[in-house]
């Protein structure tokens, strides 16, 4: 990657602050430095934490340089190989690896020729939506189709149910060559995953036990549906690599974004604001939302703190797009409840530019825009919308990317892990675990009658009954 492509993403909190948004809205300089304590504390407990726990995650920018090889190198065969590349896993083991192909391919890649392409079609199929399974299975030639089956867990029933459909479609169809459509992506010991792996020789990558799925996206996990994907992996750690640094050497909540980001976040919610809209200005970056939503809800979203009393923690991810939603969410931002803090995201340089043409020179109300660019257009909006908010006197602060490449959204995607490690800390909490999806997970496995789910079957049985005259 080029030099001047290597450009720091930067925050401003401008509009989350007291001078512009008013002292009954906004947050004063007072009340930063009443919270930094906590904020210093934050920044210990990251730097104290790393790679201890579950916060793995810390280390994969630093600690992966073979498994990049094995990476690229298993990406060069597939893209040599085959027409289609489908991801099958769900929440931390698909909603990166979406993002990021939305984020760094071209908008329409799998309608490209191959040719434009230079790699494989790409799918995430994150549901059991049977229509959607038969509809995939309409516009693959499964022969000339690789499946990277992702989970963590190795027994999540969405992912191995996909598993086992189509592994029974490619053993029928193609016989004792049937394994090498599959790659595993899974925990080294844990799960089923890993002993259908080794039983059937699957290529495997393995997640590294102390990275969680939602924290995944810089592991196997994204690296390699990216590098099918053509995109700098590499780059994307250099990204993550030189956040991580800003976090690492600095404690300063006024040097050091990620903290301030979530030492703003912290004094919101406080304040009472319980929702977090994250509002891309890109229709590239709409599933980084996506993916943000998923860190955030599952991982500040806690019934308990960590000396066991009740807090319900948590904000609300909402997402929106710039501008799209201008359009119909912003009315509600700008005059609803004052329960937000919204984050737009902005891009100064786009890819591409689209000029606005000339010939309603007799029209001057449309007039206005001749000449101009769809990326001035899209940047305006932008600010209209932040001044709108502001004078709304709604909290609401910028992320800005110099552009969209592997570099920046490596950061981006560090910058969203490490303030939610911050802010999980300041609100005293276990970042790190998901007891209310996994709740789910094992009532899943009880309806179906899964052995040493018993316990929880005869619980689920017990609960009320529903009543008919409730259903109209
Ligand atoms: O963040 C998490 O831990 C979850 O969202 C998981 O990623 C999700 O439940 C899928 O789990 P697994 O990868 O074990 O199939």
Not at 296 to 304: F, I, T
């Amino acid at each position: 990657m080029k030099a001047e492509q290597m450009k720091p993403i930067k925050v401003d909190f401008n509009n989350m602050m007291s001078d512009f948004i008013g002292s009954k809205e906004g947050i004063a300089q007072r009340d930063i430095t009443l919270i930094k304590p906590l904020a210093d504390e934050a920044a210990a407990a990251y730097k104290k934490g790393r790679g201890k726990g579950m916060t793995g995650w810390t280390e994969l920018p630093y600690n992966q340089s073979e498994i990049v090889a094995d990476i690229k190198k298993t990406a060069g065969e597939i893209i040599e190989k085959f027409d289609n590349f489908v991801v099958l896993g769900i929440g931390g083991s698909a909603l990166g690896p979406f993002a990021v192909f939305n984020a760094l391919c071209h908008l329409r890649y799998n309608d490209l020729s191959k040719r434009k392409r230079k790699g494989p079609r790409f799918f995430v199929e994150d549901n059991v939506d049977p229509e959607r399974m038969a509809a995939l299975l309409d516009v693959v030639d499964i022969g000339k189709t690789v499946f990277n089956v992702i989970t963590k867990s190795g027994s999540t029933s969405e992912t191995m149910s996909q598993y086992l459909i189509i592994s029974d479609i490619l053993k029928k169809k193609l016989g004792d060559k049937w394994n090498q459509h599959i790659i595993a992506t899974t925990d080294t010991k844990n799960g089923n995953l890993i002993k259908l792996a080794k039983d059937n020789k699957f290529k495997t990558f393995y997640i590294p036990a102390n990275v969680g799925g939602r924290f995944s996206e810089l592991c196997p996990v994204g690296l390699l549906p990216a590098a099918v994907l053509g995109i700098d992996i590499e780059a994307m750690l250099e990204g993550a690599k030189y956040i991580d640094g800003v976090c690492s050497e600095s404690d300063d909540v006024f040097a050091n974004a990620p903290l301030m980001s979530a030492a703003l976040q912290y004094i919101s919610i406080k304040k009472g604001k319980n929702i977090s809209v994250m509002m891309p200005y890109a229709d590239s970056l709409r599933y980084m939302a996506d993916w943000y939503c998923q860190l955030w809800g599952e991982s500040l979203g806690k019934e308990n703190d960590l000396n066991g009393q009740k807090i319900y923690a948590g904000q609300t991810p909402v997402k929106a797009l710039g501008v799209t939603d201008q359009h119909s969410q912003v009315q509600l931002y700008t005059e609803g409840p004052f329960d937000k803090v919204i984050t737009l995201i902005a891009v100064e340089k786009y890819r591409k530019t689209v000029k606005i043409a000339d010939g309603c020179a007799e029209y001057p109300n449309v007039n206005f825009l001749c000449g101009h660019t769809l990326n001035e257009l899209i940047t305006n909006e932008r600010l209209a919308t932040e001044y709108a908010l502001q004078r709304a006197q709604r909290l609401n602060h910028t992320i800005i990317l110099p552009s969209v490449n592997a570099y920046t959204i490596g950061q981006l995607i560090m910058f969203f892990q490490i303030e939610t490690a911050y802010l999980g800390t300041m609100l005293n909490i276990d970042t790190f675990n998901q007891p209310g999806v996994e709740e789910g997970k094992n009532a899943t496995y009880a309806l179906f009658g899964r052995q040493g789910y018993e316990e929880k079957k005869a619980e689920i049985k017990a609960s009320p009954k529903k009543k008919s005259k409730y259903i109209i």
